[in-house]
């Protein structure tokens, strides 16, 4: 079992046969910064040198034990063969944080980096050129020097935990997932309508009442609790991982107010229920005017902020249904004293004292697009900008400065079905519009994809979801504009579609890959 989730985490690699014509480099996804190969292989056997200078010291046993798990066979502990792989970290090199070099020549493989994340990718990459030769215990690697650096230091997949929940064992298959095709956010959804799905100790109800759907619907509820997630956040980080957790406030909140009614305007206990069985955004929303939801709140961050070092914690703020604000009496106080116009400006408020709760932790705040509608934030925040039908926006949280990870449903959501988004259609999305002045375009810090699970509630269906578009979503967040070709991506993408189905991924296969343009 331990060999076969390994193996996920190396799914990028392409046997020679796959890319007719093609060579072995050409196989990479994402395509890399620069590339140049010569004739030639070197061969990686059991008696190997592995060399890790001191800085990767304590990373040795993993990427040992990955190695193994690629090549097929055991690496031997003092390799006394004629060649070596050499992993090196230099501070000195002008590379970002994520950038590598690979050299490979007849003798050495040489992997250099800044940090220990450009060492892992270069691995990755590294992986991905090996070829399994009828020789016994022996792997071909060609001869290739490789330049590389991300395009975007935000890399993302959003996975809806909450509407359907995902136990541990496979949230940790689509973290090796995403790591072989270097992606590095990984966004959990973990509070919706439909579930609270993480352990919060000092409110014990959410979990004991909000992780549990309604007898009547037979539904399986779960939750993650704080040993879980800091087993996930480790698995995470030793693949460059950063995950990034998401309470969704102040709307999406049923099973919060049937959890603890209180926190609601009106005080009443709502019932918990499968999307599928009830509507997508329920009514129920925490009241914006009552001290006590603020206390509520700060002390579930107070937690999070403990179990995720992540930089950024997520809000939510999306699709927040304002009836009961219009007729609560502890809202239109609160407008009234804070000197707002109306519940729009209200959620803005909201939202901006949740960021400065975040800002005391050191942590960022991140929402939904839906938190600029208020017009109160002041520019420390991060959009994530989902509805892409409001183009105008996303060009005018650029030109103000604030950071922007894009996420439109138009090329982004990967639960909808492919004869609406794709691959070609994800392919072919460009994060940052021709129109932000130069200036302004480092403001675009990322791209994710998001899959929400209010429909696909099996493994083989999230599965077919993701793949083949998550390879698209790979070299859209890695590789420079300059460098992508769909040709290219097409043959090879489809030669990483039939290794996955032979580890047990069940992506589409009939998706436009297979059919000519």
């Excluded at 698995?235 to 919060?256: F, Q």
């Excluded at 009443?268 to 005017?289: D, N, T």
């Excluded at 902020?305 to 239109?332: R, T």
């Amino acid at each position: 079992m331990i060999k076969r989730v390994l193996g996920l985490l190396l799914v990028g690699f392409l046997l020679w046969g796959f890319c007719p014509g093609m060579t072995f480099a050409k196989g990479l996804i994402p395509y890399p910064a620069k590339m140049t190969q010569s004739e030639g292989v070197f061969l990686f056997t059991p008696q190997t040198k592995i060399v890790c200078d001191k800085a990767l010291a304590s990373f040795y046993p993993f990427y040992k034990e990955i190695l193994e798990a690629k090549s097929g066979f055991q690496l031997a502990e003092k390799g006394k063969g004629t060649n070596r792989l050499l992993l090196k970290v230099d501070k000195t090199l002008n590379l970002p944080l994520e950038g590598y070099k690979l050299s490979v020549t007849s003798n050495e493989v040489t992997i250099e980096a800044s940090s220990s994340k450009g060492i892992f990718y270069g691995l990755q990459s590294m992986f991905q050129l090996m070829e399994h030769k009828e020789t016994p215990n022996t792997v071909a690697i060609p001869l290739v020097d490789i330049e590389d650096a991300p395009r975007f230091g935000w890399r993302g997949i959003m996975l809806d935990v909450s509407r359907t929940f995902m136990s541990v064992p496979l949230v940790k298959r689509y973290i090796d997932l995403m790591a072989a095709y270097k992606l590095n956010v990984l966004h959990l959804h973990l509070t919706d309508d439909q579930g609270w799905r993480v352990e919060i100790k000092k409110y014990p109800r959410l979990t004991s009442i909000g992780s549990k759907f309604a007898p009547e619907f037979n539904e399986m509820g779960g939750y993650y609790t704080q040993e879980d997630i800091k087993d996930l956040v480790k698995y995470a980080s030793l693949r460059n991982i950063t995950i990034v957790p998401e309470i969704d406030l102040p709307g999406h909140t049923c099973a919060v107010i049937a959890s603890y009614p209180d926190l609601s305007c009106r005080s009443v206990r709502p019932q918990i229920h499968p999307h599928v069985k009830g509507p997508s955004v329920h009514q129920e929303i925490l009241c914006a005017g009552k001290p006590e939801v603020y206390e509520f709140i700060y002390g579930v961050l107070d937690e999070l902020v403990e179990l995720f070092p992540s930089e950024y914690i997520h809000i939510g703020g999306d699709e927040a249904p304002k009836n009961e604000w219009k007729k609560c009496p502890y809202c239109q106080q609160a407008i009234k004293a804070n000197g707002l116009n109306n519940e729009e400006e209200l959620q803005s408020h909201f939202v901006k004292e949740l960021g400065l709760y975040l800002a005391s932790k050191n942590r960022k705040l991140v929402g939904w697009d839906e938190i600029m509608d208020g017009g109160k934030l002041k520019g420390d925040e991060v959009i994530m900008y989902w509805r892409g039908w409001i183009k105008n926006q996303i060009l005018d949280y650029a030109k103000r400065d604030f950071k922007v990870v894009t996420s439109p449903t138009s090329h982004c959501y990967f639960d909808y079905s492919y004869s609406t988004i794709d691959t070609k259609r994800v392919y072919s999305f460009e994060p940052i519009p021709a129109e932000i002045p130069a200036d302004k375009r480092d403001n675009y810090i990322g791209v994710q994809a998001n899959f929400w699970s209010h429909l696909d509630r099996s493994e083989s269906r999230i599965d077919r979801q993701l793949f083949p578009r998550l390879f698209a979503l790979a070299e859209i967040a890695w590789t420079s504009p300059e460098n992508k070709d769909w040709e290219r991506f097409k043959s090879c993408a489809k030669a990483q579609n039939e290794y996955l189905r032979t580890e047990g991924v069940n992506g589409y296969f009939d998706d436009c890959l297979y059919y000519p343009d």
